[in-house]
């Protein structure tokens, strides 16, 4: 993962086996698969890794329930097995979430589902306790066999209302099943690119590298310099999710259009209530409009959303106020007594969800399975095989899926699967954390709660964050230390403030920024940059302007506030 080293192969190299473009989960999948094969594979992201829709994913690990009701059986079961593998292949950023269904009526749904299942056209409504305790009893029985989970319960209103008194008391029933939830997606991601590139000489990967079309041949352009490296691949995998339609036209693959993407935005609140009200569930509702809504418990505050919107740029999603004031009535409805103020938002972000193109008004039935095509070589370029649609539960099958296909095309054989392959700090996980913690603690002169945010934050990869000797220096108003921090710089081509506080850390989503925290990972970042000082200051307004135009985060703002308090 040395971008040098990396940029310097390709200048001595430029004939390479496969160009995956792309560098989100599904890229980042396939990338792995390939690597795994002994596939000479280049991976080029434009931005970093992970920065967009697998940067703004729900934080769900899930089968997708509400899919049953579109016919999407196959796309379920498999969801459900791949999240059972990330169960125990990603112990330390996925876990079992319980979840509780809020319910209003008994048999509302039965009518509107039928139609739908048939494929008529009906506007989507709300699921009664028939619809839902259908829907769960599949999901029961297609995890039968592996069962790693509770199976689901149903609840009457007085044992519902008595778990969550600040529930909407015109509920009538609840159900709870477990699905999962992700904690450091863009960790993992991150890790599965170390494991590729360390696993195999001829897989390197570089973000901010924009594919483009010479006329005759491809060109990888490193955005941070301007210097443009010419290539020469058997084969292109287009991995751009909502960007598919608008890479194949910058590459000159010629194709109609894939992509019909929606919009998803989110809040991070921090608001206590809230939290505690929720009782370590996600909550999994519908509004009143029958759009589907989540809220639960996401690294000591609460994660609401989504939205589902259609989209023409993908390039400038965000989380708009209309969007944030629908977000906050679907809440009202199902806690109305709960007031979430507007200084108690602390993140917010949007992405785009990679759905295949579809004029189906109702953005929720466009289907969510994934699939490749082929468009074949013209002129002088490669064939490029497009991954289209796709979920971020899937990605491990989905990666597979397209890795066979180019595999097969290219005359080569599989050596090697990842159904059972532990990813990054996932491997060798304690059975019993506590005692692993403890035993780490004192290895390292640590405390028992810093060695158990390491195992958090890296997995088994938290000795490679441990400085020495024993003690660490803490950054100002933040639980990171100068040393983890300068890690992540030295060793995951950090290019930015951005990819340190919204991707390599959870410190932006959390709600832990500051001046202060800012300023000194800045010093660090520059002093590793060998930026001069007005290099320096530009990133920093850079990444201010960032926040609040991406984020809802005005620094400024919160630090007079913080000076007025």
């Known amino acids: 993962m040395n971008r040098s080293h990396t940029l310097a192969g390709l200048r001595d190299r430029p004939d390479i086996v496969v160009l995956v473009i792309g560098g989100g989960i599904n890229g980042i999948s396939v990338f792995r698969e390939l690597a795994l094969q002994g596939v000479h594979v280049v991976l080029a992201e434009k931005g970093d890794y992970c920065s967009g829709a697998s940067a703004a994913l729900s934080r769900m690990v899930h089968g997708g329930l509400r899919y049953l009701e579109n016919g999407e059986f196959k796309l379920v079961r498999e969801s459900l097995l791949e999240r059972d593998r990330l169960l125990r292949n990603a112990p330390h950023y996925v876990a079992p979430l319980p979840t509780t269904v809020p319910i209003f009526d008994i048999f509302s749904g039965l009518a509107n589902g039928a139609v739908r299942f048939l494929g008529l056209t009906r506007r989507p409504s ?55 939830w992700v904690s450091r997606p863009e960790r993992l991601g991150l890790e599965m690119l ?49 960007w598919i339609d608008l890479t194949n036209k910058a590459i000159g693959a010629a194709a109609q259009t894939m992509m019909g993407g929606t919009k998803g935005s989110h809040l991070i609140v921090d608001n206590a209530e809230l939290f505690d009200a929720l009782g370590g569930h996600m909550v999994y509702y519908e509004n009143e409009d029958g759009r589907i809504c ?26 708009e106020e209309d969007e944030q004031r629908y977000i906050l009535q679907s809440l009202a409805f199902v806690f109305p007594s709960i007031k979430v103020a507007e200084n108690q938002i602390v993140f917010r972000f949007a992405g785009v969800r990679p759905l295949p193109a579809s004029e189906d008004s109702f953005t929720s039935r466009i289907p ?30 989905f990666g597979a899926l397209a890795a066979d296909m180019a595999l097969k095309r290219l005359g080569l054989a599989r050596s090697q699967g990842t159904q059972d392959m532990a990813i990054g700090g996932g491997r060798d996980f304690p059975a019993d954390p506590d005692a692993w913690c403890a035993s780490f603690a004192a290895e390292h002169g640590l405390t028992v709660e810093r060695a158990q945010t390491l195992l958090q934050r890296y997995g088994t990869s938290a000795r490679d964050f441990v400085s020495h000797p024993a003690g660490e220096q803490m950054l100002p108003q933040s639980d990171y230390s100068a040393s983890e921090i300068g890690r992540i710089i030295e060793r995951e ?32 970042l520059a002093a590793h940059k060998d930026w001069s000082a007005s290099e320096a200051a530009t990133e920093r307004s850079t990444f201010l302007a960032l926040l609040a135009d991406r984020h809802g985060i005005d620094l400024q703002t919160h630090q007079r506030s913080a000076l007025c308090a």
């Open 194 to 242: 170390l494991d590729a590139t360390a696993s195999a000489a001829n897989a390197r990967a570089l973000n901010y590298a924009q594919v483009s079309s010479t006329g005759d041949s491809l060109a990888i352009t490193d955005t941070l310099t301007g210097e443009q490296l010419p290539v020469r691949a058997q084969l292109v995998i287009n991995a751009t999710g909502g």
């Open 493 to 524: 081509q950090v290019e930015c403030l951005a990819d340190l506080f919204l991707r390599r850390t959870t410190i932006a989503i959390s709600g832990g920024l500051s001046f202060d925290l800012v300023n000194a990972v800045l010093d660090m």
């Open 126 to 180: 709300r699921r009664g306790a028939l619809v839902i305790k259908t829907g769960l009893a599949m999901y029961d029985l297609f995890t039968a066999a592996r069962r790693l989970m509770p199976t689901h319960r149903f609840r009457g209103r007085a044992e519902t209302l008595k778990k969550w008194p600040a529930i909407n008391p015109a509920i009538r029933n609840s159900a709870t099943y477990y699905d999962a």
């Open 368 to 397: 969510r399975d994934h699939f490749c095509e082929f468009v074949e070589a013209s002129g002088h370029l490669p064939a490029t095989l497009c991954m289209i649609g796709g979920k971020w539960t899937t990605f491990r099958s």
């Open 294 to 319: 989540i809220l639960f418990p996401y690294l000591g505050k609460v994660l609401i959303g989504s939205t589902d919107i259609r989209v023409d740029d993908p390039d400038k999603v965000r989380c």
